[in-house]
């Protein structure tokens, strides 16, 4: 239809116009039509998060175990088709989405991956979700990478439509159009409490109670489809899992914190560590003690970050304070030297905590009932 059809009575001069009604997407076009609409950090194997954290040789086995016998054949124990894996901050539940993924997919078995980050603003929010997922699907199943093209070739708006509007074309309507899938395919969703870009805490939560109601909309789509979701256990995602009843249903829950071998991995990390960091900056002797890896351990309490942290400050190059030094300012009440903050990871974390926990003069109070124990 023309810009100016039925139009009359009116004069242009010297006028320039583009005819922007309609949008023509053809030929190789559909894929990087849909790839500017992705998050392109949010995968597991994206430079923008390389190196990303994996679990170390040895540890988390019994969890990784678990899940790589749930993605490999989920229905022969009757297992849930979505797993919600959650646990506190640094009990290393990336490093767990992030191995799997990368084994799961030499093998053919992992359908798409996201990694929600809430210091990046096309990982923050769902608005990229369902695309990034499309095209990673278009991808690791070859058949149905046609019709998604297809669909963009028909609509090519419907790329900056609604979330659900983008799964049912883009996702949904595609799968239905191709023989059933041979086997399950695993979609890895980590961090999704990190989905928090809204400015107020009640949108955070309605944007992450969304991503849930997508992935039990295409959970129910197609009974080939698995999910493993990583988050924190905030009480407001436990609300959405309740609000979809079919989802709940639908889903096995993991509390990352009750897994009895988390003491054992920690410990194992720290050795494996500081004999690297013996050899490579030529520590010699029984360093570190026997008790300062137990205090270490327990300082730990089976969270991963403190351990990572810890190295990370210990291993670093200071001619003037040799790892030996360095540790002893973790394990003691010694000042740091000027400059130096051993624990800055952790204590971004810890601040990022109180920020999103809600009533200021409400953490104070129960703060303070902590250092009065």
């Known amino acids: 239809m023309g810009s100016f059809q039925n139009a009359h009575s009116f004069t242009l001069n010297n006028g320039t116009f583009i005819d922007i009604s309609s949008t023509t997407v053809t ?16 995968t597991h194997d994206s430079l923008e998060r390389f190196p990303p954290a994996r679990c170390h040789p040895g540890t988390r086995e019994w969890v990784l175990g678990k899940y790589r016998r749930w993605a490999r054949d989920p229905r022969e124990d009757g297992s849930k088709q979505v797993n919600w894996l959650f646990g506190p901050a640094g009990m290393g539940k990336s490093a767990i989405a992030q191995t799997l993924a990368e084994e799961l997919e030499a093998e053919g078995i992992l359908a798409a991956s996201f990694f929600f980050s809430r210091n990046n603003a096309q990982r923050n929010t769902p608005a990229r979700f369902v695309a990034t997922i499309a095209l990673q699907f278009a991808t690791s199943i070859p058949s149905v990478r046609p019709h998604i093209e297809d669909a963009i070739k028909a609509d090519p708006s419907t790329l900056t439509k609604a979330p659900p509007i983008q799964l049912n074309k883009l996702i949904i309507e595609p799968l239905s159009n191709i023989a059933p899938l041979e086997g399950n395919r695993l979609v890895i969703i980590d961090g999704l409490d990190e989905c928090d870009g809204a400015e107020r805490k009640v949108d955070q939560e309605r944007d992450q109670a969304l991503v849930l ?35 709940l249903d639908s889903t096995e829950k993991f509390d990352l914190f009750t897994c009895s071998d988390k003491y ?30 137990i205090s270490l351990v327990e300082r730990a309490s089976g969270q991963f970050i403190y351990a990572s942290t810890v190295i990370r400050y210990v291993e670093e190059d200071d001619p003037w304070h040799p790892p030996q030094d360095r540790l002893a300012v973790i394990l003691t009440s010694a000042k740091p030297p000027e400059g130096h903050k051993p624990l800055s990871v952790l204590d971004a974390l810890y601040l990022q905590i109180l920020r999103q926990s809600g009533s200021c003069e409400k953490v104070k109070e129960i703060i303070g009932c902590l250092l009065l124990l």
Do not use: Q
């Open 213 to 247: 109601k997508l992935v039990e909309t295409l959970r129910a789509s197609n009974p080939h489809l698995f999910f493993l979701i990583c988050s924190r256990p905030e009480a407001w995602i436990e609300r959405a899992f309740t609000n979809l009843p079919s989802l």
């Open 27 to 42: 030929g190789a076009e559909p894929l990087i039509h849909l790839e500017r609409h992705t998050a392109g950090g949010a």
């Open 264 to 293: 054992r991995d920690v410990a194992r990390y720290l050795r494996v560590e500081f004999d690297r960091i013996r050899g490579e900056l030529g520590v010699e002797g029984s360093w570190p003690s026997i008790y300062d890896m």
